[in-house]
């Protein structure tokens, strides 16, 4: 066969535009569901966080009292197995949270609580519903499972009001309420992905204090790259302070109430920065996140009450990861 330029030149416009599943293609990421095939996976949130207390003008406590430590992690095994599957339409996921592991370290030396209401979660299971590309539909019993861990964080004996104590009930929601956020919010799916491409989201901010924040997610596609398991989708993400926290997400407190420790004692905490990144491996082929991994660093303002000082920085550093256990269950 003769090579004309004009055939050459259709053969490089094929090449650069990605035909033939060549890496310029367009992607489909959308969540592969196989009845009565569970899946499971391992959710680590973990944070680091210190205080430093201001007392007048340009002025701080002296010493080893001029700043305050502490650290929590809630490590997490969960189990998905889809009951009806339906790969056009809504499919039923069962979710079950085989251990929940609480861990509490304050390098001031407090004594950390010896339970925490997240423990509430472990041996409990819910159903949920998702569309084709993981979104979900109804949230009904995982919301009446937060609600029922949010009463489990309050003091018994109320003879000095409600009291709450520390918890990591939102670490929960922020691993379960979100799952596969990364896909499901693109908002044109169905025509695919390319290289490069750009999309946005909103996720939740777990924090020690009970405050509602929420962070504004970039997601960037980076790359596609090949696998002995399949073809694995690089999706990247930046974050930065969410203006609003949407009225649909849950709430695991009702009624008024005083939080004990540190973050009881401190008031009218103010958001004033947020940053960081993360980076997710989608797994085009058996449509599924293999894992991921969120890290961010939000700085906030707090007062004393009573006048008792100018008040305190807060910088929390925080971890969510996700990882696929290899010993799946068939």
Known sequence: ??????????????????????????????????????????????????IKFILGPGKTKTGKDNVENFSESMEMVAAYTPTEVDPYGVTTIKATCESVKIRRDSKAGRKAAT???????????????????GKIEDYTQLNELI???????????????RIKEPDMINDFVATQWFLWDAVSSIEKYAEGISA?????????????????????????????????????A???????????????????????????????????????????EGEELFNIDAGRTEQYNQQYQMNLEASFPMGLGLGSKVSIKQNLTMQLLENEKK
């Open 1 to 50: 066969m003769k090579i004309t330029p004009a055939v050459l030149v259709a053969v490089l416009v094929c090449f650069f535009a990605g035909c033939g599943g060549l890496p310029q293609k367009k992607q489909l990421l959308t969540v592969d569901f196989k009845k009565d095939q569970t899946l499971r996976y391992k959710f680590v949130s973990s944070r680091d966080i210190e």
């Open 234 to 276: 690089v999706i990247r993400s930046s974050y930065s302070l969410g203006k609003s926290v949407p009225a649909s997400w849950p709430i695991p407190y009702t009624g008024s109430f005083q939080m004990s420790g540190t973050f009881g004692f401190l008031a009218n905490y103010k958001m004033l920065d947020l940053q960081g």
């Open 115 to 133: 339970n925490d209401a997240a423990e509430y979660f472990a041996g409990k299971s819910f159903s949920f519903t998702v569309d084709p590309r």
């Open 147 to 161: 609600r029922q861990a949010g009463e489990k964080a309050f003091r018994p004996n109320t003879s000095r009001g």
């Open 196 to 232: 490069g491409q750009s999309w946005k989201s909103e996720l939740s901010v777990p924090t020690p204090m009970v405050v509602r924040l929420s962070r504004d997610v970039t997601y960037t596609l980076a790359e596609v790259r090949n696998n002995p398991r399949g073809k694995m």
